[in-house]
């Protein structure tokens, strides 16, 4: 009983500092990776190695200003993954992809389609937010405070809520991610430019890293169904779920030629032996062949040098010959 309430404290002391710690952090980078529970914390993980990844790629585009809400938006990232990712759902559940975060919702919020006022009232998540490293000063990011609503995610979340009625219930049944947490901004008046509007030097390295994370968030929560929200999102999704096929696919496919192989070299083998036993029993037979062939020569000329001694030795020869 003390050896349970020891470890049961723990836990508990552990939960607390992890909640303690992701509440102090403005950077998902920088929340510590859960020590004690199971399966908590992997989606933050991804999403903080995702975000690191990020934060190292260098755009070619000069007049494009990049937000990145993971990075200052961090708190209410690590919110949502925890409390609607990890700990509300079960394998089997239905993946929402969609593209990269809109001015009004994610960029304000760190949420997917992030409408203050549904991530506020629906999901109960009001967290402080900081800001961008260079702000644009058309695309000003004001968190929770602002009073402009993002229309994809009124839509988006507006349905959920008629379906489900509840946060919890919904998430219990699906989960939203978005492909590409960047937003990007170009110039003077920061017109959004989508991830498929980039070029390939840019494009690139970035849909590798999202390529990654999606992978490995697809893993994690093994859903039974991955939904992209627009065509851009549909097809990552494809060229994301080829690949875990097509590896699926190569592994089987190297077992299944491992076996091939296997068989062949066993075939290979036995047909060999077969070879050596039929070659041996041939060259068997061909040496008793030779051998009689031989023979019957040397009988013949022996017969004939027999013949030629006998004949001139008429003794030895009987009547006749």
Known sequence: MRRFRKIKGSAQRLRKE???ASENSTNICAIPQPRCLIGDGVLICIMRSLCEKLESLKFTHSDIIVYNPLHYAGRSAAMYLKRYGELNGKPGRVLFVGMNPGPWGMVQTGI??????FVRDWMGIDTPVGQPKVLHPKRQVMGFSINRGEQSGKRFWGLMEETCHTAQCFFSRAFVYNYCPLAFFKGPKGTNLTPDKLRSKDSKPLFEACDGALRSIIFELQPSFVVG????AHKRIQAT?????SKKMDSTEQRTEGKRTKGRRRSALNATHENKLKSASRR?????INKFKSKKKTVRVEFLDESRTRATNPREE????
């Open 18 to 20: 992890d909640a303690d």
């Open 112 to 117: 997917p389609f992030g409408d203050v006022g």
């Open 229 to 232: 929200v627009g065509n851009f």
């Open 241 to 245: 779920i080829s690949g875990i096929v």
């Open 284 to 288: 068997k037979t061909g040496q008793t």
């Open 318 to 321: 009987p009547a006749g010959w």
